[in-house]
């Protein structure tokens, strides 16, 4: 059964930085786009990035760019979202997941018969 596993989350100041990482089992990410998305407390799933499996084109969301990059790499089974000048508002569970990229950045986010999805971590950002 596929699955993927999150890791890199924690409590950060304000302007610093994180990475989070994604790895995959059970089945083979080369096939798949892969998403970052966050929830914070009340508020709805949001699309922060997405890296794409056919020509790797990359979607960031506005409030991200410039600040948030994603690469993956399909040897090691791994997506990762590197995030800096990190931001209160950033406070939220970051997700990877497998999904179409136009649709994952307009929303909502939900997740599909077929779509794996990881446990998510947590990104706190605070002085």
């Known amino acids: 059964q596929g699955q993927f596993v999150e890791s890199g989350g924690g409590l950060v100041r304000p302007g610093g930085s994180l990475r989070l990482s994604c790895e995959a089992s059970?089945?083979?990410?080369?096939?798949?786009?892969i998403g970052w998305f966050r929830q914070a407390p009340g508020k709805e799933r949001e699309g922060v990035s997405c890296?794409?499996?056919?020509?790797?084109?990359?979607y960031h969301r506005d409030s991200v760019k410039g600040r948030f990059s994603i690469s993956r790499d399909n040897a090691k089974q791994t997506a990762s979202l590197w995030l800096s000048n990190l931001k209160p508002e950033d406070t939220a569970v970051y997700s990877c997941?497998?999904?179409?990229?136009?649709?994952?950045?307009?929303?909502?986010?939900?997740?599909?018969?077929?779509?794996?999805w990881g446990q998510g971590t947590q990104v706190t950002v605070s002085s």
């Open positions: 997941a497998t999904t179409d990229c136009t649709t994952f950045m307009q929303g909502p986010i939900t997740k599909g018969p077929y779509d794996y």
């Open positions: 890296i794409r499996s056919t020509d790797g084109r990359i």
């Open positions: 059970g089945f083979e990410l080369h096939h798949y786009s």
